[in-house]
């Protein structure tokens, strides 16, 4: 029952300062370990509350996709209709306008593939830099880089739609694929993992046994930083996964469409003169559109819980 | 004067797109100050040529129409694309004209739009390729709504004129009579919420486009517009109607807070708790797709009156093809629009679940004898064709309406959430309107 509940609720923290307050949730479970665990009513009710929070969305969507057109508008939302349609309903997402839906799992895989792994590729090695070489510039490297965490996204679509225009790059998969390469949190967090978690000393052993840079960083510190890396890595693909705004002012050619954006549009359809509601199929095509994102997760759980702790405890 | 960011922003769109026009119509050769006629031959030979043609349409017909035309002239290819449902279309033209990238030979775009495009200069006068000829094959709402003074600016792709839907099944029930008038139609609601609690004569929470058809028909004309000259007023005599009539409803709480098109208004339409839905003609497709559950129990009839006896409609939404200015293809572009719109296209469209706008086609037998077995079998077109050639006349909107219409809600939609006067919020929406109009420049009079 607890396991499911820390792992939902741990994303809060990472987001807000991971290297501050992840040792500190971590430290005295550690120390009690010995012990009997102490229960507290209060909290096991407060958590039971948030694990539902979290939960009922999904039992709704999970419950919804078994459902018909009709079934849907028929009965109770938390709860099955007579008619079971999950695979009637699966299959007709696959094949519904002539399937497009398989397009845009494809679309949304490449720019995840490409500009989530290019992002994640750009942060460590930015970040292994930061950490270990010193240069002219590098504060103002910090203010920047710092400056860009603030600043959202979303605030930056459209001056980037009116660049991309200019240069003729709009409704191409570049103009999703290349905003997404660049992320300044994932950049930061890349710096403060390495500064922790490649001693110096190893650094220097590398370098007196006469490796080159290139080797030292492919062979000694990228194992060291892969905790970090699938955390930033799962950051990335759940960022580009979920990218909405910037695709939508990118792009108006359906066949680039990455999911949720072409789910937005079969929704959109019921509001149309003459349009098919389709609500079943848009309930359905989300529910396909969250499983690889709750796979990644669970699937990569350990590493980067890890990955938020280590370089954050000095030894 | 200060503006905020948003406003800003849609300002610069408009006035790129104004100094937009302005080049295109001193630089460019294809649409020179006076555009040159482009012959039926020239047309042809362009067919012959062939290409491929992008057009931005939602309209779900289109994909069958556009298959039929590549058929017919097998070098053409159209690339049917939608790029958006109504004001998402509109934004991304708009953005694409602004950045003269990407932007589409042929448009779908609405008649309440349609104003604010035709004075910007974006779209290309069809008189030149010949539209003009057309005008007789039209029915005159729809006709009016393609022209700016006198100028051709769209062909028309369907049209709306407005009746009521009404559920039978829930009225026999509660054995209510289907009203003929407003009057009858606000004591039917009080009548069917009494009867069951759960049920409501209509929904709505306060939508710029039905509000404002309900006051063309209410023989209201608030909107006045030449060129950039504009003059909007709320206080005519059938603005009151109008508001009378809908605050008694709105007092009473007789309207289902439901906003339309969302599955929680698909399910009221299907289960009884909404009892009525006055609107366009093309509603019928949508009944059959989205409320699947309710076939057989639904009927049509004549809109409501505001004077017993009388037969004045008006029109509700309805989609035009235009030519955007910045758009390559034009002889193509022209010859996809009027396959669609006026020729063969319309049959396929009408078969496709599609309401016209050509009058031959509305007159003809075969339309007008088309019995719907989802409204267990009436002919409910002979309703919708009647209701096409009483459209109230000489209504137009503003060419500012799709913003006007975005604020509906700020103004007007208070009326429907709290003790604001409908009447007020009119005023209110007025004034938001006026002061829009003259910071975009507009002389306004109010």
Known sequence: MSTPVTTASRPAPATSGAQGSAPRLRGPRKRTEGRLPRRSVLLTVLTGLVLLYSLVPLAWLVISATKTQEGLARSFGLW??????????????????????????????????????????????????????????????????????????????????????????????????????????????MWVFATEAVPDELLEAARIDGASEVRTFFQVVLPLLAPGIVTVLLFTVVATWNNYFLPLIMLKDPDWYPLTLGLNSWNAQAATAGGEAVFNLVITGSLITIVPLIAAFLLLQKYWQSGLAAGSVKE | M????????????????????????????????????????????????????????????????????????????????????????????????????????????????????????????????????????????????????????????????????????????????????????????????????????????????????????AGSRPYKVDGTKVKIDFSDAGAEKYTDTWQKLLDDKLIAPITGWTDDWYKGLGDGTIATLTTGAWMPANFVSGVKDASGDWRVAPLPQWTEGDTTTAENGGSSLALPTLGKHKELAYAFAEYANAGKGV????????????????????????????????????????????????????????????????????????????????????????????????????
């Open chain 2, 347 to 446: 049959q396929t469209r009408i078969k496709e679940g599609a309401f016209p706008a050509t009058t031959a086609d509305l007159e003809s037998d075969a339309f007008q004898n088309t019995a719907f077995p989802y409204f267990g079998g009436q002919k409910a077109n002979k309703i919708f064709a009647e209701s096409a050639a009483n459209v109230g006349r000489g209504w137009s909107y503003l060419p500012y309406q799709v913003y006007a219409n975005s604020i509906f809600n700020d103004t007007v939609g208070k009326a429907y959430v709290s003790g604001t006067k409908l009447a007020d919020g009119l005023k209110a929406w007025q004034d938001a309107s006026v002061k829009y109009g003259e910071e975009q420049g507009f002389t306004v009079e109010k």
């Open chain 1, 80 to 189: 099955f209709s007579g008619d079971f349609a999950l695979w009637d309903n699966i299959s007709e997402t696959f094949t519904y306008n002539d399937g497009v839906f398989t397009r845009w799992l494809l679309n949304t895989v490449l720019y995840v593939v490409v500009g989530a792994g290019g992002a994640t590729l750009l942060a460590v090695l930015g970040g292994y830099a930061l950490a270990k070489f010193t240069f002219p510039g590098k504060r103002a490297v910090f203010a920047v880089i710092i400056g860009a965490v603030a600043v959202p996204g979303t605030a930056l679509a459209v001056p980037t739609f009116l660049m991309f225009s200019e240069m003729g790059l709009t409704n191409t998969p570049w103009a999703v694929i290349i905003p997404s390469l660049i992320s300044p949190f994932g950049l930061y967090l």
């Open chain 2, 2 to 217: 200060r503006m905020n960011a948003r406003r800003l922003l849609r300002g610069i769109a408009l006035v790129s797109a104004l100094t937009l026009g302005a080049t295109a119509c001193g630089g460019s050769d294809d649409s020179a100050a006076e555009q040159k006629p482009v012959s039926a031959k020239d047309i042809d030979a362009a067919l012959k040529k062939g290409g491929t043609l992008k057009v931005w349409a939602w309209e779900p017909t289109l994909k069958k129409v556009a298959a039929d035309f590549e058929k017919e002239h097998p070098k053409v290819k159209v690339d049917l694309v939608n790029a958006g449902t109504n004001a998402d279309q509109y934004k991304a033209l708009q953005n694409a004209i602004a950045a003269k990238k990407g932007v589409p030979d042929v448009a779908q775009i609405e008649y309440y739009a349609l104003g604010e495009y035709a004075l910007t200069k974006a779209l290309d006068k069809l008189a030149p390729y010949g539209a003009d000829k057309l005008a007789g094959k039209y029915s005159p709402g729809p006709w009016n709504s393609v022209k700016s003074g006198k100028d051709v600016y769209a062909l028309p792709m369907d049209s709306g004129p407005m009746a009521m839907f009404y559920n039978k099944k829930v009225f026999d029930k509660y054995k209510l009579k289907v009203p003929t008038t407003w009057d009858e139609y606000v004591k039917t609601a009080r009548d069917l919420h009494k009867a069951n609690p759960k049920a409501y004569i209509t929904a709505d929470v306060g939508e710029g486009g039905t509000a404002t058809s309900m006051l063309w028909q």
